[in-house]
Structure formats: structure tokens, C-alpha cells
């Protein structure tokens, strides 16, 4: 069996990566060692400029299976600032819906989908043109590549859980606290995942919700729908992405702190680059497009991260923002949080 693109990981960036290669024209295999739907700690926010890269994909979730999100609140203490998002809505849904929607629109595409296939298992997987590592922050295939150096690297921990509740909000809320953030994301009219970060790997969202008294509270009593799932989060810049024939997409490419809410809308963004790039056939077009993508997360990433290295800081701050709330909302224009 033979194949132009073989990706290698079936998670959001393979499926986006495959769909946007198969729109190019390209004959696509998706080979990923778990089965779907396939889910992973997230905080399952998308930020509108990856909605939009969605939208140019054909992947379009209707209103049963995702929220809109209108913006992004910081709570802290007794402050708290809002912002809504300057350039229309983002998206909140479940993993495990997001990936059946992107694996039925591979599909209907008609990108081979090879499930619970892995990559170093001797399993026979189709000769290919490209080989394209879409596999996640342990990728197999970058360390194949030789492509694990780093430029940069720094790990943290997220834990999420999902509550049985009416959300309270249209918002994406960050909780700020001594030792970690939590965030919470309204997924569904009666649901909402609720993620913890933070630098130490032993904290569970239970201990670390008692430094949140009010969120707490409004948890109580709330159904748990799903059990606690736990995944790194890492902030890495890699040398390089590809080498050869070989190259990377989505968290195995490099990734910024979940705190940025980032990692989606970047592989959506590597899809359509290296789509473009594989059908010039120079993928040093698509390092530097990963390249000049990473920039502008990396940098929000780096800014919250050392707010929550200095806690006060951070507090001062989001008092004065909290007095002068459109200071808030130019600063995440002026991020361009909300697009690319
Ligand atoms: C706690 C937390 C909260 C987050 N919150 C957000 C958020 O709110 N918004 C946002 O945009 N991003 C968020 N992120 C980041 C986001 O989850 C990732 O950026 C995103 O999942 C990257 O997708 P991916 O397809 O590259 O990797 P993954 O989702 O990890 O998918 C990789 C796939 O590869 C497969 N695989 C692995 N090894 C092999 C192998 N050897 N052979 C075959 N298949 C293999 C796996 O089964 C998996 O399906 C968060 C991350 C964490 C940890």
C-alpha cells in the first residue's frame, strides 16, 4: 500500500493536518494507536482565530455540540476582569465530541483512518511521500527524526474534570491562586470542565480547590461526569521541525503553556501551513510559517507564566485592570489573543 501524506496520530492536529492535505489533493493515511473518540485532559476551549481555521476546513460544530465562548475572564482573590473577544466567538466542546467531528469529516474526505495502530509496534503501515508526525508532546516520530532538540523547555501539570452543571458564564474564567491556575470552560448547556494548572505534579484538583472557596462552592453538590485525567503541559521550542520527508505538526512540533489556551488553534494553523508547503514541496517554507506562528503564543504564554511566578505582581495588576476594564480589553487586542 502506498500514500502521498502518512501522519502519524489521529488527535486534533493528524485529523486537521490530514483534512487539509486531502483538500489539496493529496491521498492521506491517519494511523493512531488509541481508538476514538478519543479524548485528553484539555481545557477544550478553542480561541476564535483557530474557529475560523475550522470553518476554512469544512468543520463547522453546530450549536448541539459545541458552545460559543465570548470571551476570557481573570479572577484573582476579590478581583476580577473581563474581556470579550474583539473578533468574534470562540468554541467550547468535549475532546471526545471535537474528535468525532474532525475524524467523520477525514472520512468523508476520504482519508484512511487506521485506529489503534501504533507506529513502533510493527504494525505494516503504507509507504508514503510525507511522513508526518502528529503524535503529541512523546512524539516517536521526532525522536525517529532526530528532531528532539530543544531550543527551550519547560513542563507543568494539568488535571481536568467535568461537572454535571449549568454554566454560569459565556466566558473562559482563570482562577488565579497561591500555587496554580484553574480554569473553568462552560463545554455544554449542562456541562462545564473545570482544569487545574500548576508546576507541581502531585497537586489533584481537590486539594487545589480549596484555595478557591467561591469556585468551591459552586461546585458543590455538582455531579463529577467525568473522572480526573491528567496530562503535561510543556512549553518547548524545537531547532527544528522536519528533516527530509519527515515533519512535525501540533504539541509534537513544540507547544506553549495550556495557560495561553493556544494549542488547538496552532495545529489547526500547522494544517493549512503545511498543507500549502507540501504542495510546493519545500518544507523549509513551513518551518519558518511554524516559526512565525509560535511567536506570538510563546510570548503570551511567557507573560502569564511569570504572573504566576509573582503573585503579587499578578494581584496588582489585575486590580488595577479590574478599575479600568477596556485597559483589558485593548491589551488582548493588542495580543491579538484572537487571531493570527
Ligand atoms: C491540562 C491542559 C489543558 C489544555 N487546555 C487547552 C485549551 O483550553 N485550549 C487549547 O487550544 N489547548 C489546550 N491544551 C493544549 C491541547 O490539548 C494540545 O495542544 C492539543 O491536544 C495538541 O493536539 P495534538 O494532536 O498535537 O496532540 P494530541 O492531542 O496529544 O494527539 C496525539 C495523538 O497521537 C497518538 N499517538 C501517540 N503516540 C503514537 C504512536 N506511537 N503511534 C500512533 N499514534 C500515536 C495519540 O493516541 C493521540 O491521539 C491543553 C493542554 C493541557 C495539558
Redesign the pocket.
Given at each position: 500500500m502506498r500514500t502521498d501524506v502518512l501522519v502519524?496520530?489521529?488527535?486534533?492536529?493528524?485529523l486537521a493536518t490530514a483534512i487539509a492535505s486531502r483538500l489539496k489533493g493529496f491521498d492521506v493515511t491517519v494511523?493512531?494507536?488509541?481508538r476514538p473518540p478519543?479524548d485528553?485532559?484539555?481545557?477544550?476551549?478553542?480561541?476564535p482565530a483557530?474557529v475560523a481555521v475550522l470553518h476554512r476546513l469544512g468543520v463547522r460544530p453546530s450549536d448541539d455540540d459545541a458552545l460559543p465562548l465570548r470571551g476570557i475572564r481573570f479572577l484573582d482573590g476579590g478581583a476580577s476582569v473581563e474581556a470579550p473577544f474583539q473578533f468574534g466567538p470562540g468554541l467550547a466542546l468535549r475532546r471526545t465530541r471535537l474528535h468525532q467531528i474532525l475524524a467523520s469529516r477525514a472520512s468523508e474526505l476520504g482519508v484512511r483512518l487506521l485506529w489503534g495502530?501504533?507506529?513502533?509496534d510493527g504494525s505494516k503501515l503504507p509507504s508514503c511521500r510525507w511522513l508526518v508526525g502528529?503524535?503529541?508532546?512523546?512524539?516517536?516520530v521526532r525522536h525517529a527524526a532526530g528532531l528532539d532538540r530543544a531550543s527551550w523547555e519547560f513542563l507543568r501539570f494539568?488535571?481536568?474534570r467535568h461537572y454535571r452543571l449549568s454554566p454560569w458564564t459565556d466566558f473562559v474564567e482563570v482562577h488565579w491562586g497561591p500555587r496554580c491556575q484553574i480554569?473553568v470552560?462552560p463545554v455544554s448547556p449542562d456541562e462545564i470542565g473545570v482544569?487545574l494548572?500548576s508546576r507541581d505534579s502531585h497537586l489533584r484538583l481537590d486539594s487545589a480547590l480549596e484555595e478557591f472557596p467561591e469556585l468551591q462552592k459552586r461546585l458543590q453538590g455538582a455531579e463529577a461526569s467525568s473522572a480526573e485525567r491528567g496530562?503535561?503541559?510543556v512549553s518547548r521550542r524545537l531547532r527544528r521541525v522536519f528533516r527530509g520527508r519527515t515533519v512535525l505538526?501540533?504539541?509534537?512540533s513544540g507547544?506553549v503553556d495550556?495557560i495561553a489556551?493556544?494549542?488547538?488553534?496552532?495545529?489547526f494553523h500547522h494544517a493549512i501551513a503545511l498543507s500549502d508547503a507540501l504542495c510546493s514541496g519545500q518544507l523549509a517554507s513551513y518551518q519558518a510559517e511554524h516559526s512565525r506562528l509560535a511567536r506570538r503564543p510563546a510570548f503570551v504564554a511567557g507573560m502569564l507564566l511569570s504572573l504566576d511566578r509573582v503573585p503579587w505582581l499578578r494581584r496588582s495588576v489585575l486590580r488595577v485592570l479590574a478599575l479600568k476594564p477596556p485597559v483589558f480589553a485593548r491589551l488582548l487586542t493588542s495580543l491579538a489573543v484572537d487571531q493570527h
Open positions: 502519524i496520530g489521529g488527535g486534533p492536529a493528524g494511523a493512531d494507536a488509541a478519543i485528553k485532559a484539555c481545557g477544550e476551549g478553542i480561541l483557530g495502530t501504533r507506529l513502533d502528529a503524535d503529541g508532546q512523546n512524539s516517536c494539568g488535571f481536568r480554569y470552560t482544569a494548572l496530562a503535561v503541559t505538526v501540533g504539541d509534537a507547544s495550556a489556551g493556544e494549542g488547538l488553534s496552532l495545529s
